[in-house]
Nanobody
């Protein structure tokens, strides 16, 4: 499975960004997708997950209703809509897919200015 993340960029605090993650390759038997993020010197942090078939979503505690996750099975894509962004949301965001193993995209940088 290959994942290609996009949509990162620079945004002011309070603004919004939509991240996309395109999947290709052997996508059958994927049961979960989502996003982690990482800043220098810190461990990768869970942001959001979505079940591939049911679209059930779950989020890290820090999200507090600001983000939504969705997927488009026909396009083999997963999305992360981020609203009310804060400077502490600045990080490299990685999309993932779960089958028996974990698969990761290359990351997309989100920078939130104060």
């Amino acid at each position: 499975v290959q994942l290609q993340a996009s949509g990162g960029g620079l945004v002011q605090a309070g603004g919004s960004l939509r991240l996309s993650c395109a999947l290709s390759g052997r996508t059958f038997e994927i049961y979960g997708l989502g996003w982690f993020r990482q800043t220098p010197g810190k461990e990768r942090e869970f942001v959001a997950g979505i079940h591939w078939r049911t679209s059930t979503t779950f989020f890290g505690d820090f999200v507090k209703g600001r983000f939504t996750a969705s997927r488009d099975n026909a396009k083999n894509a997963v999305y992360l809509q981020m609203n009310s962004l804060k400077p502490e949301d600045t990080a490299v965001y990685y999309c993932y897919a779960r089958k028996f193993d974990w698969y990761w995209g290359q990351g997309t940088l989100v920078t939130v200015s104060s």
